[in-house]
């Protein structure tokens, strides 16, 4: 175990990991807002974050071209922006056709909750096959030459054409934060603040906590249970698009399997803050990221998964509830 690496680089290590902690964290609120809503995981989420990684690289090479380039995050704001809108409204309407098509018919039938989960598993495998024979759809319909900066190596990493250069803003000791890191974890946090509020003051917001609360009373009270669901799957599709935007700036490649990890990662957030817990979502993003980056630099890079899985296992003996445990059904106003 190398203690001297971690103590001469912690300010770094500590940085970087929120920022990474802050994209699981966005991720996992889908987890956490369908397992409040429904009390069901919902295992296709992963897919729902990796066509928004998918849109943010589409942007940049429709409106830049494929030419590698190098900008530093102010030059490439614009297209981020852009990037942005065109992640979140692929993410949401990802996310509104698996709660259409995976969960709707199983939920109506009464099915037992097994059989949604097993819905949601095979919407996930066909989500990621679905771009992974993106080529092969393209020529089907003699498309494939015209879409050729899309669809071309379907299975192989795709990465953005334009990498994203950090630059310092301010020093933490012998730490320069970089504006990459700034702009995730601000950006995020901003996101999770005006969730949260949405919930806890909105109309919508009320109907969500009613129905995850007691869905009966709430149908009684004139809630539309199926409106809220919807909504529900909205509101992960959007913030997962917006982790796709900041994961694209940080790492900038993704691939049809890109969202595999990072999912389980984003599920063990959710778990270790508190499944159902929006602030838990947050505080077990955070958490982990940073855990990551400490065993990381303790253990080698090679085992920086592992530490994720470990983390998750331990709580899971020690405080199954998670770290805050509150569900969203008694969130209070």
Do not use: C
């Not at 997962?240 to 990890?261: D, P, S």
């Not at 159902?276 to 990221?289: F, P, V, Y």
């Amino acid at each position: 175990m190398d203690f001297d690496f971690l103590i001469n680089n912690f300010v770094g290590l500590t940085v970087t990991g929120l920022a990474l902690g802050a994209i699981y964290a966005l991720v996992a609120l889908g987890y956490t807002m369908v397992y409040g809503v429904l009390q069901l995981i919902n295992f296709a989420h992963s897919e729902v974050f990796m066509y928004g990684t998918f849109a943010v690289a589409w942007v940049f090479v429709f409106f830049h071209g494929k030419q590698a380039d190098t900008q530093g995050l102010g030059s490439a704001l614009p297209l981020l922006a852009v990037s942005l809108v065109a992640a979140m409204l692929l993410s949401a309407a990802i996310a509104l056709l698996l709660e259409r098509v995976a969960y709707r018919p199983v939920l109506k039938r009464n099915a037992p909750r097994l059989m949604a989960l097993i819905s949601a598993i095979g919407a996930s495998f066909v989500l990621a096959e679905v771009m992974g024979l993106r080529n092969r759809f393209a020529g089907w319909f003699g498309l494939d030459d015209d879409l050729d900066n899309y669809v071309a190596k379907a299975r192989d990493v795709y990465s953005n054409p334009v990498t994203i250069q950090p630059e310092g803003l301010f020093s933490i000791g012998d730490y320069a934060v970089k504006d990459v890191d700034v702009l995730v974890l601000g950006a995020a946090l901003l996101m999770m603040v005006a969730l949260d509020q949405f919930v806890r003051r909105t109309r919508f917001g009320r109907g969500i906590r009613a129905v995850a609360q007691d869905p009966e009373s709430a149908a009684l009270m004139g809630v539309n249970s199926t409106r809220v669901v919807q909504v529900t799957f909205l509101i992960g599709g959007l913030m997962a698009g917006a982790a796709a935007t900041l994961y694209m700036i940080k790492i900038g490649a993704t691939r049809q399997n890109a969202g595999f990890i990072l999912g389980v990662k984003a599920f063990t957030a959710a778990v270790l803050g508190g499944i159902g817990n929006l602030r838990g979502a947050l505080l077990g993003g955070l958490l982990l990221g940073v855990m990551e980056n400490y065993g990381s630099a303790l253990f080698g890079s090679e085992w920086k998964d592992v530490v994720a899985f470990v983390l998750l296992i331990l709580i899971l003996l020690v405080r199954p509830s998670g770290l805050l445990g509150e569900s969203l059904g008694k969130a209070r106003a």
